[in-house]
């Protein structure tokens, strides 16, 4: 890291150093709806006069045992677990709602790593169940805990992946040698126009949730356990519409008002993301098996271009009809695609360098994808809306499958002319962890 | 504007240029979820044949009609309607997001302004109803009229409300005698640290709908509508939950954990809307009775500085307490608030500084608030979350309401050592429009 990196580091840490949640998030849980449930019903205020003033939110943690069982019906729909196999986020239902954070590592050893990441373990379980964090929510003389702008909100499916990128490898923390092969330095691809302020990262964070204001809750919070160990690097939110807000369960739209995650593989497909996504005993390094890398890559959309394009044009870039999703030629969204199918002319009905034909290739390499739209207001130098696609995949190995075919995109793609890639990050995902264990605990 | 803005803006202008939807965009209602239903059913499937290559949405237009009746029902809960005495998102209930726009015009004549509000008014009165725009979607060798990422969704209680700034009344469309006296220039504030992209324009947009996506195709629409006329000068994304994410209706809880809206008036009290929100015949220029003004800050929370203070300060700062909502001394947050009821120190329990009592001050003063919160990735300078609040609020005459509410609490306001007002701008609203008519009829 340069030293102007580091000077920056220095001071982004200064700025975000605030009162910590502690190490014991998970000493009193106490779900966000339990203790609106029990504001409802007045109990703090029958309970103030004999806690004193000091004591509202002690009166919740005591009254709380007796409602946490009413409570677990309703939220096992909103919950997504945070402890298994491997790590949620992945295959897993994607949420309606996409935080991405990157971190910086501002600590040089690797204790001081792994402390870090098992604080973060225990506070995501907790803000996967919806629970406040901490247990001094209720003393007037200290910051409280837990932020608090989730409480009274339900788990609303969060799920927080966490991934190392390439420079978490590098000489400060002793780890060189555990560098997985397939963690490659990302190459430059055809169509970059990358900028540092969306770029790499030492560690890679993907927060879910159907509910914009939980998944911030969940990356402040995790950025105030970070006080002095990292700092945020950058961060993109993202959104998408998906089953719960369109009935017939269409695959949605992205910002070009076509569907897309038509040809994603399906993620209950056991075999298949066994092959495709999870890393596997003899990989490489054993302590990824039950990972997968995630790549993300922040994909502007040239909105104004785009808008002015036809539509034989615009179908003709993705391969696909706009209104039904159908391939070229096709009627129904799902068919199987033809590439080597001739229309009347005797070229391809679906163009050769259409999205579609060059992402599919002959079918060998596959990826899963889980794609956000976003809109982040405007670039003020070009006076166009800064909105497009917040891009994540996993993969088996990156240097099989997510940069041969984006080579391929990069240099013939058709939808180059209408977007450019302004940021890019691999990270290597930790395998799932158990109650008890904590993230990269296979690592250490 | 300076000769460096009018650079800019045609630099903008050029960007922007796309196909427009056309004006009539209305000639061929179709809901964006008859377009789903009938794909679901291959219906574009059976006629592709009969209709050839171009004619697949040209089948969804023909077949239309037969369906447009049996949506009906569904909905009509998730419509607002677009017409009326007054503009809707004003009084009527908030959806969960917020895009705002501000737009400055490029047109030097009254007339195509007039053609501008024209063709937006068509517009947003499809786009309420979650209806496809224009007629041009079934074209190949045309660019879609409507952008088509909203396609399949619902109506999603999209509001549009518009209002012009006080740039608007300069001397290029000769209406500065129309000014009203109430659009004054906003003040300088205590706490502003304003900047010019967020600040200010000739005509503001807020757009509120309950789908993210069918937000942004909102104003992208309207952007493409505009094109040649005006360019976008700044947009804020903001999101919040209201009762649909919790089950108990619960206020909102802002981003700095404490509930936020509980002292706002109620918008189903026509009375008190007409005392303290629609302009009155009499109360100035004839053009804006059943208007109101409409003020947007954005104002930025020093998360990292809040996270560090203690909940007594926190709930000090703000005269409630953070978990009930209730004023400081209360059990319940919709108590009466008695502000010189003392502690047993002999001082006031609700702290005169607090944002509260300055706010409230002696009750003469109110305001209808509709703020949401947003979160826009990081300040690459400082590393901090770039997150806050996107206050809107509307009222009679901000002389009497806005303005010295704002002095005050930009003098005083214990809140003030946390927030940061980094934007502003304030736009006097037309009355509602009545269908066959548009927006800023009465002052044209």
Known sequence: MSSNGKERDKQREQNQTSSPPGDSVLEKPLSRRDMLRL???GGAGLLLGAAGVGGIMGAFNRAATATVETATAS??????????EHQA?????????????AFDLTVSSKEEVRKLFQAWTKASAALAKGQLLGDSNDRLNLPPSDTGEAAGLSPSRTTITFGVGATFFDARFGLSAQRPAALVDMPAFGGDELQEQWTGGDIGVQVNADDMQVAFHAIRSLARIARGKAVLRWTQEG?????????????????????DGTGNPDAKNTAKMNDIVWVQQGDGEPWMAGGTYMVARRIRIRVEVWDRSTLGDQEATFGRHRDSGAPLGGSKEFEAVDLKKNG?????????????????????????????SYSSGMD????????????????????????????????SDRLNEYIVHTGSAMFACFPGVQPGGYIGETLF
């Open 380 to 411: 003020h130098r070009t006076g166009q809306l800064d909105a497009g696609l917040m891009f994540v995949c996993f993969n088996r190995d990156p240097r099989k499958q997510f940069i041969p075919m984006q080579q391929k995109l990069g240099q």
């Open 39 to 41: 504001a409802g019903t």
């Open 344 to 372: 009347e002319n005797g070229k391809p009905l679906i163009p050769v360098n259409s999205h579609m034909a060059l992402a599919r290739g002959d079918g060998s390499i596959e990826i899963l994808r889980r794609g956000y």
């Open 89 to 101: 986020g992945i295959v897993t239902p994607a949420p309606d709602f996409l935080l991405f954070a």
């Open 75 to 84: 939220k096992a729909a909103d919950t997504i677990e945070f402890y298994g």
């Open 239 to 259: 959104f998408q519409r998906t089953g719960k807000a369109d009935p017939a369960g269409a695959t949605p739209r992205n910002l070009m008002g076509f569907k």
